[in-house]
């Protein structure tokens, strides 16, 4: 199988910008997905196919990708986005798992 | 609107069976994959395996193959996650969650089943 990397914690003050980044050597190739998991609550999708916002994420967050990275950005970042965020991608030759990265932290300051 | 509405929290022995489930509404179960994850306390995500209800076409994780047994019933729109003999390590969180179509991606998640194995 593959890996994704993340960064075990990302700190911001509100009002500024978080980036969180995802490696990994298939994000080339296959889209990538973004999760945000609140303490005692499910995964949320935040980010679908590498950019794309489902509909009620608010337009703050935002993703991108570059070559064997994809990034998550939180722009104007509020208390209530402190959470666990996860990546997510798959194989391009249809292997399984479909996996996540480890987890990023996101405090507010 | 889409729910998934997970069975309650469970606490077991070693050795026994445990069978939980996702009671899913609002959509075509037939047509969407459902994926089950795995979260160990105080840990991350774990992709364990998705299933096709409407052939049960079924893929899971080689960490987990033979391990667990995902299924799903069409006519009462509920997906399955079964363990034939539990062990103390299997204790976690499990979330089910709705594949975007064909993408990996989960759209939609049911609230999470604790299961809790100790003797």
């Known amino acids: 199988s593959y890996e994704l990397t993340q960064p075990p914690s990302v700190s911001v003050s509100p009002g500024q910008t978080a980036r969180i980044t995802c490696s990994g050597d298939v994000l080339p190739k296959q889209y990538a997905y973004w999760y945000q998991q609140k303490p005692g609550q499910a995964p949320k999708l935040v980010i679908y196919?590498?950019?794309e916002r489902p509909s009620g994420i608010p337009e703050r967050f935002s993703g991108s990708s570059s070559g064997t990275t994809v990034t998550l950005t939180i722009s104007g970042v509020q208390a209530e986005d402190e959470a666990d965020y996860y990546c997510q991608s798959a194989d391009s030759s249809g292997t399984y798992p479909e996996v996540f990265g480890g987890g990023t932290k996101l405090t507010v300051l | 609107e889409v729910q998934l509405v997970q069975s309650g929290a469970e606490v077991k022995k070693p050795g026994e069976s445990l069978k939980i489930s996702c009671k899913a509404s609002?959509?075509?179960?037939?047509?969407?994959?459902i994926g089950w994850v795995r979260q160990m306390p105080g840990k991350g995500l774990e992709w364990m395996g998705i299933i096709y209800p409407d052939d049960s076409d079924i893929r899971y994780s080689p960490s987990f193959q033979g391990q667990v047994t995902i299924s799903a019933g069409k006519t009462i729109t509920t997906a399955y996650l079964q363990w034939s003999s539990l062990k103390a390590s299997d204790t976690a969180m499990y979330y089910c969650?709705?594949?975007?179509?064909?993408?990996?991606?989960?759209?939609?998640w049911g609230q999470g089943t604790l299961v809790t194995v100790s003797s």
């Open positions: 196919r590498d950019s």
């Open positions: 609002g959509y075509n179960f037939t047509i969407y994959w």
């Open positions: 969650a709705r594949r975007i179509g064909t993408s990996p991606g989960f759209d939609y």
